[in-house]
């Protein structure tokens, strides 16, 4: 199975959190993990407001950023994802930014997997729904 993480997950891979052991096991489980080129960004954001708030060292920083792609078995470009992942935020009424995610979901015949709460809230009972996975939950079988 080909499963799409967004940013919330890949921070537990670096940075010890809530559900962190459901991260590495997600790791280790052997699935295809994909995301758009956008988790740089906002992994990179990440680690600089966690550096900002004393919570991690700067080598930590480095390593969330530059070991980042090494995880994942794909990275796909935000540009051939930017219009669907409009009309997603507009159909759900959320940040385009988290809809790259599904966008990527969508065009790749994928599961999304995220620890993102308000994303969560936002699919729920929509389409989407079929597509998120929350971090923790059991995966589904194919």
Same mark, same amino acid.
């Given at each position: 199975m080909t499963l799409v993480v967004d940013a919330s997950v890949a921070c537990k891979w670096f940075v010890a959190e809530s559900d962190s052991d459901a991260a590495e096991a997600l790791l280790a489980s052997g699935q295809s993990l994909l995301a758009p080129d956008l988790i740089i960004a906002e992994l990179c954001n990440v680690a600089w407001v966690k550096l900002r708030? &004393?919570?991690?060292v700067s080598d930590q920083a480095a390593g969330m950023v530059d070991g980042l792609p090494e995880l994942l078995d794909q990275i796909v470009s935000s540009a051939q994802l930017?219009?669907?992942?409009?009309?997603?935020?507009n159909e759900l009424d959320h940040p385009?930014? $988290?809809?790259?995610y599904?966008?990527?979901a969508g065009q790749h015949g994928a599961r999304m997997i995220? !620890? $993102?709460?308000?994303?969560l809230s936002k699919v729920a009972g929509s389409v989407w729904a079929q597509r998120v996975?929350?971090? &923790? $939950? !059991?995966l589904p079988v194919d």
């Open positions: 708030r &004393g919570e991690i930017a219009s669907h992942a409009l009309n997603i935020a385009a930014y $988290d809809c790259f599904l966008a990527a995220t !620890d $993102d709460r308000r994303l996975i929350r971090l &923790g $939950d !059991d």
